[in-house]
Structure formats: C-alpha cells, structure tokens
C-alpha cells in the first residue's frame, strides 16, 4: 500500500512540475507577441499574430545548461530586419549543458 501511494505522490508532483512548465512557456509565447505590437519597426503587426503559431511545450525538451560571463569580448555588427546593421557585445557563454 505505501508503494502505491508513493508512485501517487510521485505522479501528481510530476504532473504539477509539467503544468508549471506549461505556464511558464504559455506566459513567455504571450509576452513576445506582445513585444511584436510595442515595436513599431516590427515585421509582424497584430493581424499578423493570429498566424504565429507555436508546438505545445513538453518539458522533455527543456534545457538546463550554466553560462559563463565574458570580459571585454570585441563586439561585432551583426544584420537586422530593418536592414541596417548593429553592434553587438557577447558578455555570455554557454559552458555546459
């Protein structure tokens, strides 16, 4: 009987941690729509939205991974959108995952 219960438990955390994920990605997907409308050099406008489409998040594909800071990288120009370009300062790398 306890080992029942204890695969239970076991089931019902794991459940809780998938929906957590769930809503952690749900929150962040409605965030970058929204950022899309604040800019207003962005190539996707609010009509556009409704055809930005997403996969359902599983968290058998979340990565955990460390990050090291780095110290006076050179930046380098890198191409946007709008066309022009932009200088960008690496400060992160990923070390391991």
Sequence with gaps: MIRYCFI???M???NSFAQDYKAQIATHRENYKEDFLKDTRSPLKEDDLKNLHFFEADSNY???AKIELLMNETPFQMPTYTGTSRSISVTQSLVSN
């Design 8 to 10: 239970l438990f076991m």
């Design 62 to 64: 979340r990565v955990s």
């Design 12 to 14: 019902i955390q794991l």
